[in-house]
């Protein structure tokens, strides 16, 4: 019975490890997919009037401001700005579709976290000079080239002909799938009419402290109130999010998670631990007539001890390594049919799993001492005592 | 002999160190057994004692030999060397047949006498024995009687305690005890 309840404490824990392991793995690559190291300006409609300027004014952000900005920064370490075209006609021999369209800049591949299937990415060279490039997602080459392997074809976008040199397939984020990904000089020239309107700005902020992240959130974000003349208590006009607090957040969150799962592994294990020590306890008292006579026969309280220490460290370890080879062969067994958005490659840490064990030895060992003494305590008169 | 109460089974409790005394002296091959340590007892146990209980206290779960090899056991005797002198005892007692039993397949003179082999093993100077035919009929209460008075030719020192006559008889000296104090101490001729 002990030995079950004990199997049951370690199978839980791992499971629970496991299962914990997963919806951090499924949580993680959602997040995962731009909660990094960034900083986004966007730019909206005014809610205050300010400065002679009426409410509900549209604020449009310019390359002059992006270059401006730049001087406000002392280290940028990565940027894109970003144009963003909602539907686009987009052709291949006789297939079609309307899919949106994102002008960007090579940095653009790390701050959005981009997972290239094939080919390469947009580079410097292709927004220096503007030329006729696509990187597309995944949905599209399922819809346009049927799956096919897309880089080195054409692609007409927009009645223009673009060359694709890559594709990306970005398995938490659906919508990015859609996408095109053009040269933010190209995407400029051809559908903007060369004007020098940036729809999004974002900027990496590389190892910088999160709190120097804050900082430099709070002042651009001033600044660019200021330099657009817009209300400083304006929500829309101009908007900054800093995904490190983001990041932070979520790194509390998984933390929480773990704690939690070892919190409740930990206290299965001690209930299990409690159960041992209560039988091993009745075994004993069972056993005093037993441990009366060995002592009679010369055994010393040590070869005693070592007697109940040993039984329960045996208890502990068999049954304890049965509900985790048992826990983990689900696991095992489980883990491929599991695919889900929030829940992904669910296992346990190989040294988890020692740790556990450790651990069950130990409170085998802690939980066998109380009767050991119990039993070096008998003596040997009374335990032999007739009926 | 005595009847119950009569103080016998203390006193062979002190004689085997199982259980302290307040007053007196006891001294077991020319040392005092004053104030033992738990382990020097142990020792002094494993050495010079053996043990023959009324209930046999045999080990459930052991086989006959794996109970008469326990007393080596604890003198840190090796396996193969231990069951070859608890067979050795085994047959002294007439039960090489039924070494590997359990004890609750053995009748009660035959765990009686698997209990004297176990006493017998560790070549103890003096076997104590509480009212070993307590739980025998008297046929093999005589058996048992017999075998330990030839262990006692073999030079062994036995210690009886009994309250029934016949037993007392057939030992060398008689010593009656009442209310924890000796009554009489004789010679039986």
Redesign the interface.
């Known amino acids: 019975m002990t030995g079950i309840s004990i199997a049951l404490g370690v199978f839980i824990l791992v499971v629970m490890q496991g299962l914990g392991f997963g919806l951090q793995n499924g949580v993680k690559e959602q997040f995962a997919d731009d909660a990094v190291n960034s900083i986004w300006v966007q730019s909206g409609r005014t809610q205050l009037s300010y400065r002679g300027n009426q409410a509900n004014r549209r604020i449009q952000m310019r390359e002059s401001d992006v270059e401006a900005m730049f001087n406000e920064m002392d280290t940028v370490y990565a940027y894109s700005r970003r144009i963003r075209i909602w539907g686009m006609q987009m052709e291949s021999g006789d297939k079609a579709g309307n899919f949106p369209v994102r002008g960007v800049d090579p940095d653009h591949q790390m701050l959005e976290n981009t997972k290239l299937s094939h080919g390469r990415y947009i580079s410097q060279r292709d927004v220096d000079e503007a030329t006729k490039v696509a990187v597309i997602g995944t949905t599209l080459v399922e819809e346009i080239y049927d799956g096919e392997n897309p880089v080195g074809t054409h692609l007409t976008i927009g009645g223009v002909l673009f060359r694709v040199v890559g594709s990306f397939d970005d398995p938490a984020n659906r919508w990015e799938n859609k996408m095109a990904y053009l040269p933010f000089s190209t995407a400029n020239k051809l559908f903007r009419a060369g004007n020098d309107k940036v729809d999004q700005i974002i900027i990496g902020t590389g190892d910088m402290p999160i709190t120097a992240t804050t900082a430099l959130t709070d002042h651009l974000l001033t600044w660019f109130k200021e330099r657009k003349s817009v209300h400083p208590d304006d929500q829309r006009g101009i908007s900054l999010e800093n995904n490190n607090e983001e990041y932070e957040k979520f790194q509390n969150i998984f933390l929480g998670i773990e704690l939690f799962i070892w919190g409740i592994g930990l206290l299965t294990l001690l209930a299990g631990a409690v159960g041992v020590a209560n039988i091993l306890a009745i075994a004993v008292k069972e056993r005093t007539k037993e441990i009366g006579v060995r002592k009679a026969l010369g055994a010393t309280s040590s070869s005693i001890v070592g007697l109940v220490v040993q039984e329960s460290l045996t208890l502990m370890i068999v049954s304890g390594s049965l509900g985790l080879v048992v826990g983990v062969g689900l696991l095992e067994f489980v883990s491929p049919m599991i695919d889900h958005e929030y829940f992904k490659n669910p296992q346990v840490d190989f040294r988890i799993a020692l740790l556990a064990l450790g651990i069950l030895a130990l409170v085998g060992v802690l939980s066998g001492i109380g009767p050991a003494l119990r039993a070096v305590s008998i003596r040997p008169v009374e335990a032999l005592r007739d009926e | 002999m005595g009847s119950s109460g009569s103080g016998k089974s203390t006193l062979l409790?002190i004689l085997?160190l199982?259980?302290g005394f307040d007053e007196g002296e006891y001294v077991l091959a020319g040392e005092s057994m004053a104030d033992l340590s738990?382990?020097v007892a142990?020792?002094y146990?494993?050495?010079f004692l053996g043990?023959v209980?009324?209930?046999f206290?045999?080990?459930?779960f052991k086989t006959a030999m794996e109970n008469v090899a326990?007393?080596l056991y604890?003198?840190g005797v090796s396996r193969k060397e231990r069951n070859v002198r608890a067979m050795e005892f085994l047959e002294k007692v007439g039960l090489t047949d039924w070494a590997e039993h359990l004890p609750n397949q053995l009748s009660g003179g035959q765990k009686q006498r698997v209990a004297i082999a176990?006493a017998l093993v560790?070549k103890p100077r003096v076997i104590l024995a509480d009212?070993p035919t307590g739980a025998l009929d008297s046929k093999t209460s005589r058996e048992v009687m017999t075998l330990l008075r030839d262990l006692n030719g073999e030079g062994i020192t036995m210690v009886v305690v009994t309250h029934e006559h016949d037993i007392a008889e057939l030992c060398d000296r008689i010593i009656n005890l009442h209310d924890g104090q000796i009554l009489t101490d004789t010679v039986n001729v």
């Open positions: 409790n085997g199982l259980d738990e382990r142990a020792k146990r494993s050495r043990f209980f009324q209930s206290n045999l080990i459930g326990l007393p604890y003198q176990r560790g009212e």
